[in-house]
């Protein structure tokens, strides 16, 4: 009985000690709450398809060259790295936005960035460098970043009316299998240079007015129109039947440079240095032309080809 007394003791007294035990009384609620979806595999940086998507990302084609890249397939395009940046101010690309690292280290190229802008009414707007991060794949931007707008093409329909109301036979340039936007740039700056009222382009598979076209061109896609054709065969015919001369650009051509008369309606239509013309575009065409050429050289790069067509179709309506 003693024992059993001490042993009752020991237990009240094991309990007295405890006391009440005390519940979470809605403090941990919020912890208890649901946190939403888990995220996707390629959104969780430790995650193997995420490391699998950056790199893709960064080895893509068109991503890091000519310092440029698009935050989305539509809408403004961004232009990374001090030279480019200069070099599009320089050339006049209608930007609407300068961005600035903050803690950057300035130069020269910075500061006359910061001075172009500045004359151009263009926003300078400084920013952390991880917001810089997220416009470059590469994280290559060197502190500073410009903000081009979404070009603005005209209609083919539109770039033929015009060109006939300018009171001049209409010269237009389409490039079929172009997919290098410096090769746009200099075809663009060459139409405008000799006189040409336009060029058009196909909607796919073709380099489109980015700002490396823009940089090249030398601010001559600011002044003159760039069409882009949803079926460029349809549009090429549609200008035949308006009356234009339809003229294919290719070494084998039947007819040389010397001996074309491009005085009237002409459309110049250039193919791609490794592709050419693509069969129906050809197939469309009222002549194949070739560029009398000295010694072994083969072919001329596209942007050059179309650059001696229009200069001596503009020596031509000099006459």
Not at 101 to 118: F, L, Q
Not at 290 to 309: W, Y
Request: proline share 5%; hydrophobic share 40%.
């Amino acid at each position: 009985m003693a024992g059993n007394s001490k042993r009752k003791g020991a237990i009240r007294k094991s309990g007295t000690k405890k006391g009440q035990v005390v519940g979470s009384g809605g403090q941990r609620r919020r912890g208890l709450e649901a946190r939403g979806a888990t995220p996707k595999a390629v959104d969780r940086q430790y995650h193997p398809a995420h490391k699998k998507a950056k790199a893709a990302a960064k080895s893509s084609p068109g991503r890091s060259g000519g310092g440029a890249a698009r935050a989305r397939d539509e809408g403004p395009e961004y232009v990374l790295g001090r030279n480019p940046v200069v070099e599009c101010l320089r050339a006049g690309v209608p930007a609407t936005a300068l961005y600035i690292a903050t803690n950057s280290e300035p130069d020269e190229r910075v500061a006359e960035a910061v001075k172009i802008a500045g004359d151009q009414a263009i926003s300078i707007l400084e920013v952390g460098k991880p917001e810089l991060d997220r416009l470059s794949t590469n994280g290559m931007h060197q502190g500073i970043a410009l903000q081009v707008p979404e070009y603005r093409y005209t209609h083919p329909d539109d770039l033929m009316a015009d060109a006939k109301a300018s009171g001049t036979p209409p010269l237009l340039v389409a490039l079929d299998n172009i997919t290098d936007p410096r090769n746009l740039g200099a075809v663009i700056r060459s139409v405008a240079a000799f006189g040409g009222h336009g060029v058009v382009i196909p909607a796919r598979r073709s380099a489109s007015v980015t700002a490396v076209a823009w940089r090249t061109s030398a601010g001559a896609a600011a002044r003159l129109p760039v069409a882009r054709a949803t079926n460029l065969t349809r549009t090429l015919k549609d200008w035949a039947d308006s009356g234009a001369q339809l003229v294919g650009l290719d070494a084998g051509g039947d007819v040389t440079l010397d001996d074309y008369d491009g005085t009237g309606p002409t459309v110049i239509v250039v193919g791609s240095e490794g592709k050419g013309l693509s069969r129906l575009v050809r197939e469309s065409c009222d002549s194949i032309l070739s560029i009398p050429m000295a010694g072994d050289v083969e072919s001329l790069n596209a942007s050059v080809a179309a650059g001696v067509v229009l200069a001596e179709f503009a020596r031509q309506r000099r006459r």
